[in-house]
């Protein structure tokens, strides 16, 4: 019987990810770690609260020797972004204290406990200027302190992974939309709020001009990434550990067109632009396309255009 | 009066850099931190012993508020990667506790405080394939930990500059050869070796086959590289603040041919060919070739042929 945790498995993508993985296997022993969890949380999942970046926590986790990690605990862009020391203290140190607790594992073991960890990174590793689709080989040079956090976590679990003593993967996100749930401090927020609240009959704001392109996979396929990854060959991935993941790529005017196709002019016109040069400056720094070919060839799969996005969040939250 | 705190001021780049600086302005003020110095060190420097990975150390460093700090101080790639907790132990959390402590400074004089961080770094930070000529943008994946400690470095320092609490830079070196002194753990000592030794009459192991190319400057130019970054207008380097240096592309027969031309047949037999698996392994996941365009344009000078880094040393270190 597998033996899996969720580091952050009270967020949104974590509970997608557990639910996704109990369906999938029944048996499973599914562990999440998280400061809270939502009240209507996963079934048949072991529920432990507690914070990270507390002294301890992570090395206490990696004595139980689960079999797969995933990694999705983090301070998001935003926050991090205005809250600096936050950001480190929640999304380096406490990486590199669990790698070490893994570390001494395998090796109290001679070799023999070798986990799968599957870390979410994200496209905010990269800095513009841009190509129109961003090749797999293209450079990282973070903008936001979001970047940085989730580029020094792949370069330990790149490395942490090429010395054997984790068998390791980094799964740089799309933007998650439409994210259920309430808008958050992610400089991205807006791009699901722009969606979620016209189909729940709620004014949305929209800050930015909608000539902003950008790069989306809905929850069900960050889950479904996440539960591939667990199953990957991960000989394929050679010593680049870090993977760009396949997504749609449109702008914020197509998004909206996709809200009109499914849900008529009313839900468009719940839309209201009110400019934010502080969210403006952040997501105009993001990657706007990937080719993700490798990914795509692993056999990482997503939506391929908005409309299926917005069909998606309807079908999972709104039925 | 220039404040300047060299970290790692007594290796052997370190020397090279105070007795540059001190060339160039007699009245600076050069202050040198390592563990040790060679006994014939520098003249004018104020010498502080001390091991920056202690408790305090580098925060103590950090209040007195120098206005230019190279950071040279690291574990060498060999030892690195022998030594795993070492490496990141010297490499990685010193450079950060250092970055929070100058942040702190920063913050003390509502922004007054405001250093020029020069940061050592490397092309091991870099990973394969490679094209024949690495472009400025070329993606980074160490295959050493080395290289992922020095890729850690960059990030921070990017990341400290980007929010404006240090003016920082990282400069990817290329080997330094001809290094004087002994050889090091450093995978790449032997390029040093195979002409130092034998132009000092002592015989040399080459460890690797004759075709491996490598990216090399001299220590007299990494010396010129440093004094050069501390007058820069940092403005011109934008978001990317890591540079690749110039340097000199050439194989390992091509040094031996120099070798040959300027000290004679009779200093070429002085190497002795002994295969190394691990060197090997190393070295052969190493970059060949930069185009090094934006710090050409910035201003970055090395030599141009392999000859010039022989008569370099020979100059430097045999007269």
């Not at 680049?240 to 914020?252: D, F, I, Q």
């Amino acid at each position: 019987m597998s033996e899996i945790l969720i580091l952050g498995g009270g967020g949104m993508v974590g509970q997608k990810l557990a639910a996704r993985l109990r369906a999938d296997d029944p048996t499973c022993s599914l562990t999440l770690f998280d400061l809270g969890y939502p009240p209507e949380g996963v079934a048949s999942a072991t529920i432990e609260v507690g914070d990270l970046a507390a002294p301890g926590a992570l090395t206490d986790l990696a004595q139980r020797r689960f079999d797969t990690v995933y990694y999705l605990a983090s301070v998001v862009s935003g926050d991090a972004e205005i809250n600096f020391s936050k950001g480190y203290d929640v999304n380096v140190h406490p990486m590199f204290a669990f790698l070490e607790a893994l570390r001494a594992e395998h090796e109290a073991t001679s070799g023999a406990y070798f986990p799968r960890v599957i870390f979410t990174s994200s496209i905010a590793v990269f800095g513009g200027p841009y190509p129109a689709a961003i090749p797999d080989d293209f450079t990282t040079s973070p903008q936001t302190s979001y970047g940085a956090q989730k580029l020094i976590c792949e370069t330990l679990v790149q490395d942490y992974s090429r010395k054997g003593f984790i068998d390791g993967m980094s799964l740089r996100l799309p933007t998650i939309c439409v994210r259920p749930g309430k808008a958050n401090l992610a400089a991205s927020s807006f791009y699901s709020g722009i969606i979620r609240e016209p189909l729940n009959g709620q004014e949305a704001i929209l800050p930015v001009p909608d000539t902003i392109r950008h790069w989306f996979a809905s929850p069900r396929a960050a889950a479904g990434f996440l539960a591939h990854a667990a199953t990957l060959d991960t000989s394929e991935l050679g010593i680049h550990r870090a993977l760009n993941l396949p997504g749609v790529s449109c702008t914020v005017a197509d998004q909206i067109e996709a809200l009109r196709s499914v849900a008529g002019q009313a839900a468009v016109d719940l839309i209201k632009p009110q400019p934010d040069d502080a969210i403006f400056k952040i997501v105009s720094g993001w990657p706007e396309a990937f080719t993700a070919d490798r990914a795509t060839a692993l056999g990482f799969r997503a939506e391929t255009d908005f409309c299926q996005i917005v069909e998606t969040y309807i079908a999972d939250e709104l039925n």
